[in-house]
């Protein structure tokens, strides 16, 4: 008759054989198997004396049907163009160069200063800094320059609008993914149309 043998680790049965340990393990590893009930498996539960077994795997999860699986395909392409685009930047015409302004997190918070800082200088509470006269600093290392306080708000407008036009246009195709009820509804989906453009701060209202 064979017997069963286990290591028990934090009260869990754990290696379960039922050959000898001696033969299959380095002989400080044996020593810590003991006997054990036939019925217990890797993973069983002991308490005082009694062995509870271990708890069913969650059942695996449905595959995804076609139709899920198209919707996650653009929704993932949607989150991928939204991505370059705003990789790109915030695009400004200056004397015929194409020039673009970072539109990432820490980009997005210095404008915010900058703006706060301009409107105490449109308010004639400071002087504007010539840091900021000097101009603002493109991703193509250009400066883009912010003579008096209205540049500057007219710049950090621009960017803040286009950004939040940016991020509403992906949540729009992405509400349409997502209510599509078929694949030709999600094929009618173009994840690369409608992303808004930029203008220059020249063609913007201050």
């Known amino acids: 008759m064979m017997t069963t043998y286990a290591r028990i680790l934090n009260n869990r049965a754990v290696d379960v054989v039922t050959a000898d340990p001696a033969t299959l393990f ?7 198997f003991v ?15 009694e062995w509870t077994a271990p708890p069913e795997p969650d059942p695996e999860p449905e595959p995804a049907t076609p139709l899920e699986q198209a919707r996650a395909a653009v929704i993932g392409a949607i989150e991928a163009r939204k991505a370059e685009v705003l990789a ?32 105490a200088a449109n308010a004639g509470s400071l ?21 008096d306080p209205g540049d500057g708000l007219t710049l950090a407008a621009g960017v803040g609008g286009w950004y939040a036009a940016v991020v509403q246009h992906a949540r729009d195709l ?10 030709a509804a999600l094929d009618a989906l173009d994840p690369d149309a409608g992303w808004p453009t930029t203008t220059t701060p020249a063609e913007q209202e201050t």
Do not use: C, F
């Open 174 to 183: 992405k509400d349409a993914a997502l209510a599509a009820e078929d694949t």
């Open 127 to 147: 002087a504007w800094p010539d840091a900021y006269a000097q101009g603002w600093i493109t991703t193509e290392n250009i400066r883009i320059p912010l003579p």
């Open 26 to 32: 380095h002989p400080l590893i044996a020593a810590e």
């Open 88 to 119: 790109a930047g915030y695009a400004v015409d200056q004397d015929g160069t194409s020039l673009h302004v970072a539109v990432h997190a820490d980009a997005r918070a210095d404008l915010g200063g900058m703006a706060i800082t301009a409107l």
């Open 35 to 49: 006997p054990v009930p036939d019925d217990v498996v890797p993973g069983a539960l002991l308490d005082g004396d």
